[in-house]
């Protein structure tokens, strides 16, 4: 988690943020650096190695962040409220989220992306063994509904091992879990450059524009994640 804290760490305030000094054309911000592998390919799910963990951190975000104490804190998710003797779960999405390809993220898409997780990984399927249906209440709620009560919902939501729950476009997301996604499109802070990918050689990223952070300090994979670079 080293890399993403310096690309993703919060920002500190200017000295001379105040002086109102004439604006200078900076040239791009740019960061370089080496992974310890890698990334044969850009499917999150499918690839289960750190590499594909790291890149997924910058492309997509998650329902829930895990904090530096490894709690669960809301991240893409507004709040949620649990019902029915702890076997229905509510999320309600934060207000203008939106992926990569300009489409707004709905909570079709997060239950595409449960599903399609929910089948490669263990917790996921610790999970699904216990869901009983998935529906969309609207754009921005879903809900859980489970046969019986799981209390580690928040914690299986926001692991920060591999694979972890990452959600893509419902187009994305209804590909078969066995199959390698061919796109990265996630809602995250950095696009994926798909042209200048070289496997084997290299990958890049651009600063996501229309990416809002939550307005809270970082903690790991929790809280506001503030690009400090344009490209990576």
């Known amino acids: 988690m080293l ?4 690309l993703l760490g919060g920002a500190a305030a200017l000295p001379f943020a105040s002086i109102g000094a004439p604006a200078i054309a900076q040239a791009p ?5 080496v992974p310890h592998a890698n990334l044969p390919n850009i499917d999150p799910f499918t690839n289960t190695a750190f590499v594909a ?4 951190f910058l492309v997509y975000d998650q329902l829930y962040g895990m904090d530096e ?34 489409t707004p993220v709905r909570g079709r898409d997060c239950i595409a992306s449960i599903r399609r997780w929910g089948r490669r990984d263990a917790f996921g399927q610790v999970l ?9 209440a609207s754009d921005r709620v879903f809900e859980i509904r489970l046969n019986a009560p799981f209390p580690k919902m928040l914690d299986c939501l926001a692991k920060v091992t591999t694979s972890c729950l990452f959600i893509m476009p419902e187009r994305l997301a209804n590909v078969d879990p066995f199959t390698n996604i061919t796109e990265a499109v996630g809602s995250g802070p950095y696009r994926f450059i798909q042209n200048e990918w070289v496997p084997g050689s290299m990958l890049a990223y651009a600063r996501n524009a229309d990416y809002v952070p939550r307005q809270e300090a970082p903690s790991m994979t929790a809280g506001g994640k503030i690009t400090h670079f344009d490209r990576v």
């Open 3 to 6: 890399q993403r804290r310096h």
């Open 29 to 33: 911000r740019v960061l370089r650096y």
């Open 53 to 56: 963990r790291d890149h997924a």
């Open 69 to 102: 104490k490894f709690q669960p804190r809301p991240q893409m998710v507004e709040g949620h409220v649990v019902e029915n003797d702890g076997k229905t779960w509510r999320f309600t999405l934060r207000e203008g989220l939106r992926f990569h390809d300009n």
């Open 128 to 136: 699904m063994a216990r869901v009983a249906d998935m529906v969309e």
